[in-house]
Every structure is written in C-alpha cells, then in structure tokens.
C-alpha cells in the first residue's frame, strides 16, 4: 500500500499550458521531498518543504505543503518540452517513503 | 557534486543465480539506501544502511540481503534471483539521518531474471 498517492498518473499537455500534480498522504511527514526523474537516470531532487502552508518557486515551478503537512502539489506554469519527466513526491520520516509517480509529457 | 556510482546499466542473469550489484558514493555520506522501482508502484525501499556494517530492513527485504564493509560501497544481494525481481534498481546515499537532506540517486541497474 503506499503511503503517498499522487495524481494524475499519467498528464500529457501543449507546450505554453499550465499543469498541477497532487501528493496526498494520510500520514503525517517532517518534511516533503519534490524529485523529478528522465529516462534512465536516477531521481534528482527538486525541493523539500518544511512547514506547513509552505509555498516555494523553483523558476516556473511551485511547490505547495499543506497546512497539516499531509498534502502537496506542485504546478508547472508555461510548461516546456524540457519539464518532461517522472515527478515523484516522497514524505521524509528518517527513510523516505515515495508516491508511485506522475508521467508528465509536454508536446512542443 | 555528489556522485553516486552503480556498477552495471544492465544485467542479464538465471533464475536461481546468486546476484550482486554493487554501489560506490565519493562524499563520505552515512545513510545509503537500495530501492527497486516499477512500473505504477514509484519506488519501493529494500534496505538502507546508517553505517558500516549496520543495515536495517525497509519495505519489500524478502529474497534480497545486503553488505557494507566500507564507508563508500553498499551491495545488494539477490540471494537466489527469481523472475519477480526483474526490475530497476536504485541506489542511494544522503549525507546523515536527518530530515530535509537530499538523497542523490546512481543511474539505475535494469535487472532482467530469465
């Protein structure tokens, strides 16, 4: 069973639109890791978010933590062929514990 | 930059056969970490190590064990490799045990079982 569910699984967008991937989990994290993956690499990290109601920007990507730091979202505005990747969200309590991913393509 | 270094990009083995894949990092880090990653299930902890010679079990640890005699290398073993642990696996180190560090990822073994 996984701790945290991310949606969509899968989201394929038009260059220039905007996009929104959730993580949602029942648990509780000190903190909530954002990492972003492309084919046959490894997973390289993008934010972490402390506190809750947190809000970070990374270029044109925002990471929000919920208020109750259970939930999160991260959204892509202007998306690029190049924001193409696996996102993965991963809730950090000493070993991290990882959503099952969303697939997002970005069509030039 | 903090390399993490898998040994193989891919590996063809039997069923049956005793596997090792193998995994270096070069920042001293203490907490290295083996996961397999598939399809639809994001990726799934199998062992981590705090340090030398320590290990501990994450989610999924049946039919693999692990070794870290060296600050730097931490190995999985599939003591008896069979079809279901075909997969990617990933490797992993983060600096300590505390919360709010990266962890920095290998490249990935492509793990086939035939």
């Known amino acids: 069973t996984q701790l945290l569910e991310q949606s969509p699984q899968f989201l394929s967008i038009q260059e220039g639109e905007n996009l929104t991937v959730y993580c949602n989990s029942s648990s509780v994290f000190s903190s909530l890791q954002w990492y972003r993956q492309e084919p046959g690499e490894g997973p390289v990290l993008l934010v972490t978010v402390v506190t809750g109601g947190e809000v970070k920007k990374l270029k044109r990507l925002t990471f929000q933590f919920g208020d109750a730091r259970k939930d999160s979202s991260l959204h892509i505005t202007a998306a690029q062929p190049g924001d193409t990747g696996l996102y993965l969200c991963?809730?950090?309590?000493?070993?991290?514990?990882f959503g099952a991913g969303t697939t997002v393509t970005v069509r030039a | 930059d903090v390399k993490v270094t898998q040994s193989s990009r891919y590996l063809v083995k039997r069923t049956g056969e005793k596997v090792f894949l193998e995994c270096v990092q070069d920042?001293?880090?203490?907490?290295m970490f083996w996961y397999r990653q598939d399809p639809g299930l994001g990726l799934r902890l199998i062992y981590f190590?705090?340090?030398?010679?320590?290990?501990e079990k994450g989610d999924i640890p049946e039919g693999y064990s692990v070794s870290r005699e060296k600050k730097e290398r931490f190995s999985l073993i599939l003591e008896s490799a069979s079809t279901n642990q075909t997969s990617m696996y990933l490797c992993?180190?983060?600096?300590?045990?505390?919360?709010?560090?990266?962890?920095?990822f290998g490249d990935g073994t492509r793990l086939s079982i035939l």
């Open positions: 992993a180190s983060r600096e300590t045990g505390y919360s709010n560090q990266p962890q920095h």
């Open positions: 920042m001293d880090h203490e907490n």
């Open positions: 991963a809730g950090d309590d000493y070993k991290l514990s």
């Open positions: 190590s705090y340090d030398v010679k320590m290990k």
